[in-house]
């Protein structure tokens, strides 16, 4: 029987002149099968094995941000109405505290700043902890990141006096003096009744904004809330080992920004309240 001829491109093992370029130029087949395999092992990494380390970073620059530069402040009370809301059971303003300023200076009269309270300003002061040790320690925890408020008595209040200058009230128009100068203090709406030959710091029944004169140590603040018919501030600390006023190291930051809730979003002002 004569053989049948076959058709050398269909021959297997015999290619023509395009099938060998195309061979030189991409691999055998073996070797693109080797290649194929690697590729199909390089699968993408699994967002929920990136998910922790995610969190982590989150986490770390949180802490750094918290300690560093700023953090946010739940007003709890009516202390610094109307510049600050806040009452017990309603929802208080949420305020930026920044702690870069104080750094690089000390606090102004006119400042709205958040302290540590002094031993006498927090003797009924109720720790937040609980006290289970496991939820203790998560709680501790977040506070260092800022989901949890930090366990102590801090306060916000205006710088009105600073180390070395007397502060007293009140001149003749019931407003307070520092160095015998009347301050001028706008954000003031809500204070003691004051009447010139009715109720003054000389009358019988003296008017409730009358204290000192008190000067202030060096290294020290004398502060006071906006709200000054309702605040217990350094006029109701004037007794206790400081004379009310409260040491520098105690300030955390500067109030600047309100930032909750959004109908009461704006800048704390720091006004110079010592007109020279």
């Not at 029987?1 to 058709?7: C, E, I, K, L, S």
């Not at 693109?32 to 993408?44: L, M, Q, S, V």
């Not at 609980?130 to 306060?155: C, H, I, K, T």
């Not at 600073?162 to 407003?175: A, I, L, P, Y």
């Amino acid at each position: 029987m004569a053989d049948t001829p076959q058709d050398p491109a269909l021959t297997p093992g015999v290619n023509d002149g395009d099938s060998a370029g195309k061979h030189r130029a991409g691999g055998t087949d073996e070797e693109n099968a080797g290649k194929t395999r690697a590729e199909k092992g390089k699968k993408p990494r699994s967002f929920w094995r990136e998910l922790p380390i995610l969190i982590l970073v989150a986490l770390v620059l949180s802490f750094l941000l918290q300690t560093f530069i700023g953090r946010v402040y739940l007003i709890p009370s009516e202390s610094m109405e109307p510049t600050l809301h806040g009452c017990p059971g309603c929802t208080g303003d949420r305020i930026v505290v920044e702690k870069i300023s104080y750094r690089f200076g000390d606090p102004q009269p006119g400042d709205v700043v958040v302290f540590r309270g002094p031993e006498s300003w927090s003797e009924n002061y109720t720790s937040r902890r609980s006290s289970n040790v496991v939820l203790r320690g998560a709680q501790e925890l977040g506070s260092l990141v800022g989901l949890v408020p930090p366990d102590e008595n801090d306060l916000v209040k205006r710088v009105i006096a600073t180390g070395g200058q007397t502060v007293e009230c009140c001149d003749d128009q019931g407003r307070v003096l520092v160095d015998g100068e009347p301050l001028t203090e706008p954000y003031v709406t809500m204070d003691y009744p004051f009447t010139p030959g009715v109720q003054t710091c000389d009358t019988a029944l003296k008017s409730g904004r009358c204290f000192g004169p008190v000067t202030v140590p060096e290294g020290n603040l004398w502060v006071m809330g906006d709200n000054r018919s309702n605040s217990a501030d350094s006029r109701f600390h004037v007794y206790d080992e400081l004379q009310g006023t409260i040491p520098t190291d105690n300030v955390i930051g500067k109030a600047t920004f309100i930032v909750l809730p959004p109908t009461r979003w704006g800048t704390i002002s720091s006004p110079d309240i010592q007109q020279q």
